[in-house]
């Protein structure tokens, strides 16, 4: 029998009564799944949901076979052992005390058929790059990074049926995501991914999109997926034009058909005024031709709400993939032009930045491990951390956006918000612009703190963008960390009008390659220029 997970009329809603979805019907079979849609359509629900974590409103969930879940956010007891969180402490010390002499039959009870478990965790968190930590160690001592793959190593040596992953790349740098890459290309069973990780996603088997409640699935990786998904959207577009026209053509009829009944009744009135006829054979001609106006009217006003109807279904089955499109002028900086100077910097964690020069609109990556200071170079730049020797001196206006998102005011609306950064800006100026940036209408009345990951990204970045005098050196951090795919889409395409130089810190290498970077620097423990292919394999 194939393990898999069936979920059958699958209900869940929020206890002030938000629903998920209704009559959910899925099935997830062998391979690898990748479980994509917007930010609130439900995904990491569902997962929790298979995993026992929620219980569901109605329906049933069939599971065949044991579970394995990695939760988004991975938190773990900073005072176990690396072998304890494994779950292999108690087979462990069973065999050191078989080792050591001890023959009790408790010890061999425990120890099972798992000779080989010390042998197994250490090869799992070889393949994992996780050799380096002793079993003995504490959780305490290892980084968040290397936590999620202590979470993961944990799942693969129970060996599941069923593994789920949510967002597992998340806060990993490119090093660990190789690894993580890895495990999933090589998992026999059924996986369950949810991630707005590319590369991640390219490796699965399937795609199941969850939408308005309900499952599409596509064959293939996300890639493959987002090709059907294009020809779709090409076909419903014609659907859409199509039946604009007809629509268009049945009110014309409409129309038509409503002056030829009012001339008609209008001849047929003087006409029995005039009296040319007998008054009973003019009654019956006007009753004959009122009944026949009144089917005719009745067809064009049938045909009108079918053309309406289908008008309706077309534009429903084109998604909405707004893009921001926004003339950003004030941004360029001229070829040449000095932007950005590094004089023998060293930070306040101990990297140094040595000496950097950024001229014109270049856009720089700036990568490296977990730990090794990009976020405090960043922060160094933008003049928010002091430098421990050297200096870092900005020839252009700066913006930087850090991964908290903070620049914005919960208190205020998105409108309040960016006319905080350009004062001098009308309401009405500060409104067509935040258009450009999908908040349109009502949206940019909206109050900070009410909107969701991908509003607030969107929002924060219109703050900045948008800001007098215009940023022509923009410094993100880790910008498509928790957005979904259509806000690192809209993102993508902000940047595409960006003219200023840029210096973004990720690890999300499909994103990195799509904004057209320039130059790729490696912070560890030293600056240094690196290639893009040092990058895609790092070792």
Request: proline content about 4%.
């Amino acid at each position: 029998m194939h393990t898999s997970v069936t979920c059958t009329s699958l209900s869940f809603a929020w206890p002030d009564g938000t629903s998920v979805f209704e009559d959910l019907d899925v099935a997830f079979g062998p391979g690898r799944t990748g479980l994509v849609g917007v930010n609130g359509s439900g995904k990491s629900t569902l997962l929790k949901l298979i995993a026992g974590q929620l219980t569901p409103a109605d329906g049933t969930l069939r599971i065949a076979g044991e579970v394995g879940y990695l939760p988004q956010n991975v938190t773990l007891d900073t005072a176990l052992r690396v072998d304890e969180t494994l779950g292999i402490a108690a087979q462990r010390a069973a065999l050191h005390a078989i080792e050591a002499g001890d023959a009790a039959e408790e010890h061999f009870e425990t120890l099972g058929d798992d000779w080989d478990v010390e042998e197994r965790a250490l090869a799992t968190l070889g393949e994992l790059g996780l050799g380096h930590i002793d079993l003995d160690r504490t959780i305490g001592e290892v980084s968040g990074g290397e936590s999620v793959l202590l979470r993961l190593a944990a799942l693969l040596l129970g060996r599941p049926d069923v593994l789920l992953l949510d967002e597992p790349t998340n806060n990993l740098d490119l090093y660990a995501r190789k690894r993580l890459y890895a495990a999933v290309a090589s998992w026999p069973g059924v996986m369950i991914v949810v991630s707005h990780d590319r590369e991640l996603l390219d490796l699965v088997d399937h795609i199941a999109d969850l939408r308005a409640g309900e499952i599409t699935w596509y064959g293939g990786n996300f890639s493959a997926y987002e090709e059907a998904l294009s020809t779709e959207q090409d076909a419903a577009e014609r659907m859409v034009r199509v039946a604009e026209a007809d629509f268009r053509k049945q009110k014309r009829e409409l129309s038509d058909a409503q002056v030829k009944l009012a001339r008609r009744k209008k001849y047929g009135q003087k006409m029995f005024e005039q009296k040319r006829e007998p008054k009973i054979v003019m009654g019956a001609r006007r009753r004959a031709a009122q009944e026949s106006a009144g089917k005719h009217r009745i067809l064009h006003e049938e045909r009108l709400a079918d053309a309406k109807e289908r008008l309706d279904e077309a534009v429903e089955a084109v998604r909405d993939d707004d893009e921001i499109r926004v003339d950003l002028p004030y941004t360029a900086v001229p070829p040449g032009r000095q932007v950005l100077t590094l004089m023998d910097l060293e930070l306040a964690y101990g990297a140094r930045a040595g000496g950097l020069d950024l001229r014109g609109p270049e856009r720089i990556a700036l990568i490296g491990r977990n730990g090794a200071g990009k976020t405090t170079l960043l922060r160094t730049i933008a003049g928010e951390l002091e430098p421990v020797a050297g200096e870092a001196v900005t020839h252009v206006p700066l913006r930087f956006l850090p991964q908290r998102l903070d620049v914005l005011d919960d208190a205020l609306t998105v409108a309040e918000n960016v006319a905080r950064f350009a004062p001098g800006a009308t309401n009405n100026r500060v409104r067509a612009r935040l258009a450009r940036f999908l908040f349109r209408g009502a949206r940019a009345d909206q109050q900070a703190a009410t909107l969701s990951g991908g509003e607030r990204f969107r929002a924060a970045l219109a703050a900045l963008m948008l800001a007098e005098p215009a940023p022509q050196l923009l410094m993100l951090d880790e910008p498509t960390n928790n957005l979904d795919m259509a806000s690192v889409r809209q993102l993508t395409s902000a940047l595409e009008s960006y003219e200023g130089a840029l210096i973004v810190a990720s690890h999300d290498l499909p994103f990195l390659e799509s904004i057209g970077i320039t130059r790729w620097l490696l912070l560890d423990g030293e600056l240094r220029t690196v290639t893009p292919e040092e990058v895609a394999d790092p070792a």
